[in-house]
């Protein structure tokens, strides 16, 4: 982890108070530094002939005033293997923006229909009441009459992104680096078990204590539970 991190972490779960410079220079000459970050790589496969198209009704407004209102949500994909035999895991999650929680998440051998269908299906089962801004990138899965058809059977309405602007879909593709860099930039995964625990470990352990800056040093879980308490 960062500097900024760590600095979080022992104020929020330890009581140790200090400033970010402080943590900085300890770090610095203790040679602790964070991942690298790499330059992200879309495994978006866009659709010949789209059923639907959505304006960018989001418009980059990432902030949320409550849990539901705003979703955002793509495929990434994994890699595992030995020497030139590779292969590929692609995980579907699904993100809130008010507590930057994953709501739901698949992990499959294809990055076909039925992975995104059945992340939107498994959210809608944990959520039942949400009617949320649906936002996406225009992915072929996105833009297909059965993925419209969910969303309209919901209430929700549908937003994606414009085509080569994936700041547009900003805090989705934050996620998959925060995730990456953590459990899987750097390291060599030969056994597709191990690849898919180590994703599903490393989603529970961000939602539930993974804290953030942006969610005054508590975890999504925590956070969102927060709203649910005052409400």
């Known amino acids: 982890m960062g500097y ?13 108070h200090v400033n970010d410079k402080r943590v900085l220079r300890i770090c610095r000459k203790k040679k602790i530094q964070s991942a ?3 330059r992200p790589k879309s495994c978006t496969r866009h659709g010949r002939d789209p ?7 989001l418009n980059r407004d990432f902030h949320a ?18 020497g030139d035999e590779v292969h590929k895991l692609y995980l579907s999650a699904i993100l809130d923006l008010y507590d930057r929680r994953i709501v739901a998440f698949q992990i499959s051998d294809r990055n076909d229909n039925p992975l995104v269908m059945n992340t939107f299906d498994k959210a809608v089962k944990l959520e039942p009441d949400a009617h949320p801004l649906f ?22 309405q549908q937003s994606m992104s414009r ?20 459990t899987y930039y750097g390291k060599k995964f030969t056994l597709r078990e191990n690849l898919k625990a180590t994703i599903e470990e ?30």
């Open 163 to 182: 085509v080569a602007h994936c700041i547009d879909n900003g805090p989705m593709e934050g996620f998959w680096g925060i995730l990456k860099r953590e």
């Open 4 to 16: 900024r991190r760590i600095r979080d972490e022992l104020d929020a779960r330890h009581g140790v």
């Open 135 to 156: 936002h996406s990138d225009r992915g072929f899965q996105y833009t297909s009459a059965q993925f419209h058809t969910r969303l309209q059977k919901q209430g929700m």
């Open 51 to 57: 059923y639907y198209m959505a304006d960018n009704v």
């Open 65 to 82: 005033d409550r849990p539901n209102e705003k979703w955002l949500t793509d495929v990434s994909e994994f890699k595992y293997g030995t």
């Open 202 to 231: 490393y989603i529970n352990y961000y939602n539930g204590e993974r804290i953030q800056r942006g969610l005054r040093c508590m975890s999504p879980l925590e956070y969102h539970e927060e709203y649910l308490s005052a409400a």
């Open 36 to 38: 690298i970050k790499w």
